[in-house]
């Protein structure tokens, strides 16, 4: 039986329909990462599973039983971690994981244990002791996932842990998120999708309020080999329509554009290799080429395929 089980879950906001007949189970262990582009439905997804919204439509299952048959049994099993990661700045860290601890009713031996536990899993005990307002933004988020997990949950919901992160912070995060996914089932909401490859096993992938695809992250990627990025940066006029028009690219998107010079990210069939193509442009054109360099498919890759008409977005998220 799995773990989290959604059944036709439809969320609605006036007119708009932020999330449309959403099925998927995540069964226990598993690292599952949700993509999808601003306005998919990835927070309203997850705020109905850790049901700040209820669904319009459809139902949501914890461990085979509805969780709106009993609320707060579900909500003691479920850690969550929202996108703004709402802290109280003016307390102490100690002071704030208490008042969490109080929240989650934890008492006796067992309150101790499961705060040093979780103080310890994240990091953060040299700053048990200081205001949450002089911390930085990494250990801010440190904060916000010590008081998910202190309840030594089942199932802990992240969105957009690494949101604002310096590089640095981020792969701090990251491998903390690696660390706590040993030992319970993690739904990860992120833009950053290297991360996905890195830090989880599976990829659930939401457009326009639907699942656009779901499966093994290296299964996905596979399906994403009939493309191959193609990084171009170069100094010349009219580069993206005349990239545009080459045999085979799917995507022209520009990545960068400093001192005259422009970069390129182009998607393209992998059976053909555009690169002397390319080339041959560049010298027709009169531009000058700075680097031409082909990758392999990749999440970013499948990312956008699945995701190419994004433009028209809904309003909610």
């Not at 773990?3 to 598993?30: H, N, Y």
């Amino acid at each position: 039986m799995s773990l989290l089980t959604l059944q036709g879950v439809s969320k609605r906001f006036g007119e708009i329909p932020a999330v449309d007949r959403v099925s998927f189970s995540v069964d226990r262990g598993q690292v599952v990462g949700f993509l999808g582009p601003n306005g998919a439905g990835k927070s309203t997804t997850m705020r109905m599973i850790t049901q700040y919204y209820e669904p319009d439509e459809g139902e949501i299952l914890f461990d085979g039983a509805p969780v709106a048959a009993d609320a707060l049994a579900a909500k003691r099993r479920i850690g969550y971690l929202p996108e703004n990661n709402p802290l109280y700045g003016d307390m102490l860290v100690s002071e704030y994981l208490d008042f969490v601890a109080d929240l989650r009713e934890l008492a006796g031996p067992a309150r101790r244990s499961a705060l040093d536990d979780a103080v310890e899993a994240t990091g953060i005990e040299k700053e048990y002791y200081r205001p949450i307002g002089e911390l930085s933004k990494g250990y801010k988020q440190r904060v916000g996932l010590t008081q998910a997990i202190l309840h030594r949950p089942d199932l802990l919901v992240l969105d957009e842990p690494t949101e604002g992160l310096d590089p640095n912070q981020r792969l701090e995060i990251r491998h903390l998120i690696s660390h706590l996914g040993k030992d319970r089932t993690v739904l990860l909401s992120t833009h950053v999708l290297p991360e996905v490859a890195e830090t989880c096993s599976r990829l659930l992938i939401i457009h326009r309020g639907r699942i656009a695809a779901d499966g093994p992250v290296q299964q996905l990627v596979a399906q994403a080999k009939g493309l191959v990025q193609i990084l171009v940066e170069l100094e010349g006029a009219g580069a993206a329509e005349a990239l545009g028009a080459l045999p085979g690219v799917k995507r022209v998107e520009r990545t960068r554009e400093t001192q005259g010079r422009a970069a390129f990210a182009l998607s393209a069939d992998s059976k053909r290799d555009l690169r002397p193509e390319i080339f041959r442009l560049a010298a027709q054109k009169g531009w000058t080429l700075y680097e031409l360099h082909q990758e392999a498919g990749s999440v970013e890759d499948l990312f956008r395929q699945l995701t190419a008409d994004s433009g028209e977005q809904e309003a909610q998220s």
